[in-house]
């Protein structure tokens, strides 16, 4: 904590003026995309540019305002690089539901996730008016955590998950179909957070050494050892690697950080390791769960899964690579390029679209932008001042992280494919709106930790920081 | 709690660092290689819209990209098609063949040679245009060759290619029956498919190049390997020496009716002849008897100096190469000599062969295509002739063409005579060792003799024609004349 004292000293501005400045240019971004997907593929501006553009800026307008009002030292990067991201991605959905036009598929996704943005900047909003100090949430530990485990279980409920493309990690009620996982990453993260706060001593200060590393003490694993399981869990019965990853991935951040003990990383890491492994191994020898057998082969040589002749299941990564491949540093240019050669580009392939008719360059630049959006949530972590704040920061930042890289990652083939969606970017309502509510509780925390200290005399109604006295603590 | 936030921000760093350097592996080194993989659609479907340069026979485009008011912006079409189908392939979405395979960095725009168009394109961001491919063809023999092989009765399967000696330029190349690579090319890829599917199963294989990928056996004109062997050999010095005759002549290792061969009543003596009359009357006795004496090795050897056993035509894809095997036993031999047993030929093969004896005994490498051109029609890159192989002494080929000019004008070979012109020639019909299929005719010459201008290799290997009837000099003869004509007016 001697970090935090020492900034004590500096006092953050608010800085909503440079925001406003940085999300016009998101909205330009975002609306210029749009004209450009009008112009490369109907060869004019779209006619409904105005009301589509009018739309966006309001609903970013409303979300700056909001957070000018109830957040006024919040992060002013945060947003702008969210509101670029919601926008572009847009852009790019709307550039493929023309392409599924022509071709007679089903199309209006654009729409569809106009709308969820507008429910996502409408919980965005009811975060911040509502929730006015992230501390509240520590009160609900133990309610989240459980409701998080109930939603990780409902796709395995009979009848009300699904299974798409080999994963069950859907829901389907209706007409209306939801990844329950996306919204229960974020309670997780407040859960564990919570959890963490308070058990961190124990968990840090009991254990031995071997071999220059901590390891903790025996009692003290049930928790990490219940986490293991659940993320084993999600991947043998959801058969879904991302998730699986992210999850206990997640918990190893918050468990570092919380303890300062590498140690568990190094258990941790090692446990999920050799799980995952041992699993593999046993699902290619004994064709139980197959699924992630094929994953991992499609993964190691998708070329003899492509084309006549082969059971043709690596389709869409091969044809993501060629996409991106034909796009090269400059792209095609919107129109260009056959995107919607790819199954679900607008989806988890969004970023094959980009970098098919953008190029590396928009590849490059979408990377950055998230790379931007961890740097400033972990900044966020660092100034706070409470450790449970800290640690749902660097655990947003750490779900952000992970899930761009899980997803990004397997489109582009580092590591196996895996169904997560792209944050912001992809279409998906689940997605989308729970990442908003991510940047909200960012928000949040950032604009706390940013917050003049307030001074010990703050009854007598001068909050002029300048001449403030400060208490070291 | 910060130290390990910071760890944190380094690892997450790694992260996206990691994701960067994959993605600019991908899009950056390893676009090139995928986009050569044959089964990337991007790269077929952009060349496949493109402006596709021409090609081009004389003055007229044979094959061009016209602007097309679909998906595609342009669309491949063959004006001329069944005449120049083999030649030209096709090009569709889903493959090329002919010259539209073998020239398509050309066409498309790709190859090296047109780099300077491609980066004026690119910077006048015009849409890019592929260059042009001039062939060596000559429109008046393909003409002929196409109109001989048509006016056969039936649906006629067979091909007529034809050389200039001096260059190996190809100046006809027909096959028959033909297909029209227009429906190849078509935007309607289910009606490509069903096309595809019906010209490929049909008996009367029409997709297949036949003046460079069937192989048969040449029959009598093969007759023209055997007596150069015999000339090289050193044991006969010109076309007046004498060689064995007889109207028959009883297989080595054979006993019996089967084994015998005969003359079809020609006269060719009764024990020795000059070689002119062997070649003049076709003696299947002579020649027979002439392979037995030189051996297998040396038949061989000679087969190859023509070019049997190897392919050599750079310019279109799958040349089958014709067939002389290293172990035929003393009858296959015999048989060899007038080309029977197991030697093959494709008709490029017999143009190559009448084409060397033409050319004073030296084979050149057979091209079609002529120049590459930029869109512009300038000349970026002429063929160079170049010889392939010395087939024969220059003496030994003055033997032979004084041989074949007598064949056409006293012997069997006289339907190619053009009157005022020496013309050389050999007729050839051979048996297909089966009773349900009927013999093969096969015609070989060139002309003029002292100033060779063309040589042609006609082979018929099916028509509506009595069985009987079918003769090298009878039906390809006039075909052969034809295309000669067409070369020299």
């Known amino acids: ?473 | 709690m910060n130290k390990p936030i910071r760890t944190i921000s380094i690892f997450c760093l790694l992260l996206f660092l990691a994701l960067m350097i994959n993605a600019t592996y991908l899009q950056y080194y390893r676009a090139g290689a995928l986009e050569e993989d044959p089964r990337n659609r991007r790269v077929l479907a952009a060349s496949f819209s493109g402006d596709r340069g021409a090609i081009l026979v004389g003055r007229e485009a044979v094959a061009e990209s016209v602007r097309s008011d679909d998906q595609y912006e342009f669309q491949r079409r063959y004006p001329q098609p069944l005449k120049y189908a083999h030649v030209t392939g096709w090009f569709s979405y889903f493959s090329q063949t002919g010259i539209e395979q073998s020239q398509n960095d050309v066409l498309s725009g790709d190859d090296s040679l047109l780099f300077v168009t491609r980066l004026v394109d690119l910077l006048s961001n015009s849409t890019p245009k592929g260059g042009s491919v001039q062939l060596t063809l000559d429109p008046a023999a393909q003409d002929a060759a196409f109109n001989g092989l048509e006016a056969l009765p039936g649906e006629a399967q067979g091909a007529v290619v034809a050389l200039e000696p001096t260059s190996g330029k190809i100046l006809a190349m027909v096959s028959s029956p033909s297909f029209d690579p227009n429906l190849m090319a078509s935007h309607d890829f289910g009606a490509v498919a069903d096309t595809a599917r019906r010209l490929g199963s049909a008996e009367s294989e029409p997709l297949l190049n036949r003046a460079i990928q069937t192989t048969l056996p040449p029959g009598s004109t093969f007759k023209i390997v055997t007596a150069a062997a015999a000339l090289e050999s050193g044991n006969y010095a010109d076309a007046q020496s004498l060689v064995p005759g007889g109207p028959t002549y009883q297989l080595p290792l054979t006993s019996g009716e089967s084994g015998v061969v005969d003359n079809g009543g020609r006269a060719c003596g009764s024990d020795r002849i000059p070689m002119i009359q062997a070649m003049e009357q076709s003696c299947n006795t002579s020649f027979a008897q002439l392979a037995d004496e030189l051996g297998p090795e040396a038949m061989h050897d000679q087969a190859e100096a023509f070019g049997w056993n190897s392919t050599y035509l750079e310019d279109l894809p799958l040349q089958a190469p014709s067939a002389y095997p290293d172990d035929l036993d003393q009858a296959q031999t015999a048989l060899a000599g007038f080309g029977q047993s197991s030697v093959t030929a494709t008709p490029l093969q017999m143009a190559m062969v009448v084409s060397a004896v033409a050319n004073g005994g030296v084979a050149m490498q057979p091209y079609v295509v002529d120049e590459v051109r930029s869109p512009e029609l300038d000349v970026l890159d002429k063929t160079e002739e170049t010889s392939l192989s010395r087939a024969v002494s220059a003496s030994t080929a003055e033997e032979l063409k004084e041989m074949l000019v007598s064949t056409v004008a006293n012997g069997t070979a006289s339907p190619a005579a053009i009157p005022g012109v020496a013309v050389a020639g050999k007729t050839g019909t051979a048996e297909s060792g089966r009773a349900d299929v009927p013999p093969y005719a096969w015609f070989v010459s060139f002309a003029p003799a002292d100033d060779p201008q063309v040589a042609v290799a006609v082979m018929i290997q099916k028509a509506d024609i009595p069985r009987g009837e079918i003769a090298g000099g009878a039906v390809g003869g006039p075909i052969a004349k034809s295309v000669m004509e067409a070369v020299i007016q």
């Open chain 1, 1 to 473: 904590m001697s970090q935090t004292s020492s900034l004590l000293g500096f006092v953050h501005r608010q800085r909503r003026g440079a925001e406003l400045f940085l999300l016009i240019l998101a909205l330009a971004v975002g609306v210029g995309a749009y004209a450009a997907v009008g112009l490369g593929v109907e060869g004019e501006i779209p006619a409904d540019i105005i009301g589509y553009g009018g739309w966006l800026a309001a609903l970013i307008i409303a979300a700056h305002l909001v957070v000018r009002v109830t957040a006024p030292y919040a992060d002013p990067v945060l947003l702008p690089v969210v509101a670029a991201l919601n926008g572009l991605g847009l852009a790019v959905i709307h550039r493929l539901d023309l392409a599924y036009e022509a071709a007679d598929r089903a199309a209006g996704f654009a729409q569809k996730q106009l709308t969820w943005m507008t429910l996502g900047v409408a919980l965005f909003v009811a975060t911040l008016v509502f929730l006015r100090d992230h501390r509240a949430l520590q009160r609900f530990t133990y309610t989240l955590g459980l409701t998080a485990i109930v939603l990780l279980l409902l796709p395995m409920v009979p009848g009300l998950g699904t299974t798409i493309n080999g994963a069950r990690i859907w829901i389907r009620l209706g007409a209306f179909s939801f990844q329950p996982g996306e919204v229960a990453k974020v309670l997780l993260v407040i859960a564990f957070s919570g959890y963490l706060v308070l058990h961190r001593d124990a968990l840090a200060l009991a254990g031995r050494r071997l071999l220059f590393v901590d390891l903790p003490r025996g009692r003290d694993l049930g928790p990490i050892l219940a986490m293991w399981l659940i993320s084993l869990g999600i991947l043998v019965f959801q058969r879904d690697l991302g998730s699986s990853l992210l999850f206990f991935g997640l918990f190893l951040v918050l468990l570092y950080v919380s303890t300062e003990r590498p140690g568990w990383l190094v258990v941790g890491g090692t446990m999920f390791i050799g799980g995952a492994t041992l699993l593999y191994y046993i699902a290619s020898t004994t064709g139980v769960m197959s699924h992630v057998a094929t994953r991992v082969d499609i993964w190691l040589s998708p070329f003899d899964h492509y084309g006549e002749g082969t059971d043709d299941l690596a389709f869409q990564p091969v044809e993501a690579m060629f996409g991106m491949g034909w796009g090269g540093l400059i792209g095609r240019g919107f129109g260009d390029g056959s995107p919607d050669r790819i199954p679900y580009a607008e989806s988890d392939f969004i970023v094959a679209a980009i970098g098919e008719e953008l190029g590396l360059t928009g590849v490059i630049a979408v990377i950055l932008l998230y790379g931007i959006m961890v740097e400033r949530a972990l900044r966020a972590a660092l100034v706070c001042r409470d450790g449970f704040g800290k640690l749902i920061a660097t655990g947003l930042a750490g779900v952000l992280a992970l899930q761009v890289f899980v997803v990004i990652g397997g489109v582009t083939r580092l590591i196996p494919l895996t169904g997560l969606t792209t944050p912001f970017l992809s279409y998906g309502g689940s997605s989308l709106v729970a990442n908003w509510v991510i940047i909200a509780l960012l928000l949040r925390i950032s604009d706390q930790a940013r917050r003049p200290v307030p001074s010990l005399d703050a009854e007598d109604d001068q909050p002029d920081s300048e001449t403030t006295q400060v208490v070291k603590l």
